[in-house]
């Protein structure tokens, strides 16, 4: 499976935008990438996903550079709720296998 | 819609017992994957599981762990004679195919 790479942790002020930067120089051209977040003392919850073109949903926004080597996911306004360590994970198109979790980036919003 | 139900919430039992986690997936999905996260660390990917098949149990202990999904009732995992590094976070999660994945709330185990 192909791999990605995140910071270890970022840091934000609270209702000030968010770039969660993932590097995935290894991707082929049928993998989505995914992003799920792990609030503390939860599960993991799907935030977006997306293939080549920018995505937007309620969450979030989601940011493919143009060669797909690299993504951003974007908070607009981040809450204190949305500290959490966030994962990007790489998922080939029809696969039905398991998502393989990394280390992810641990997020920290100041009030 | 429910969301995925996990049970209990969290268990406790003594070295050599057996621990019986359960998993109900959202309305529809065919599809349960199993994880593991150890304190302070990641999640690990245990086993998938299809209505009455297991598709891939690579993350799987191959001594004292198995799980099921029977044809009707929730995906069990099963962990015989539990010893102290059992002790972690179990999450089920549920798709109805290839898309995203819905997680339940997980079942901590504590073993004492």
């Known amino acids: 499976d192909a791999k990605t790479t995140q910071p270890n942790s970022m840091e934000s002020n609270e209702e000030e935008p968010v770039h969660l930067p993932c590097n995935h120089s290894t991707i082929s051209g049928t993998d989505y990438i995914h992003w799920y977040r792990q609030l503390p003392s939860q599960g993991p919850e799907y935030v977006i996903h997306g293939l080549t073109s920018n995505v937007n949903n309620r969450m979030a926004s989601l940011a493919i550079a143009e060669d797909r080597k690299s993504s951003t996911l974007i908070l607009h306004r981040a809450t204190l709720r949305d500290a959490a360590v966030y994962y990007c994970?790489?998922?080939?198109?029809?696969?039905?296998?398991?998502?393989?979790f990394g280390k992810g980036t641990k997020l920290s919003v100041k009030p | 819609n429910a969301g995925v139900m996990q049970n209990p919430r969290h268990l406790v039992r003594r070295r050599g017992q057996e621990a019986r986690l359960r998993c109900s997936p959202m309305k529809g999905h065919s599809h349960v994957y199993w994880y593991r996260q150890l304190p302070e660390e990641g999640l690990k990917f245990m086993v998938y599981?299809?209505?009455?098949?297991?598709?891939?149990e690579s993350g799987m202990p191959k001594e004292r762990f198995s799980a099921e999904f029977p044809k009707e009732g929730p995906s069990i995992l099963r962990i015989q004679q539990v010893v102290r590094g059992d002790s972690a976070a179990y999450f089920c999660a549920s798709s109805p195919r290839n898309t995203e994945a819905f997680f339940g709330q997980g079942t901590r185990l504590t073993v004492v």
């Open positions: 994970i790489l998922r080939p198109e029809g696969s039905q296998g398991n998502l393989i």
């Open positions: 599981l299809q209505k009455e098949n297991i598709i891939d």
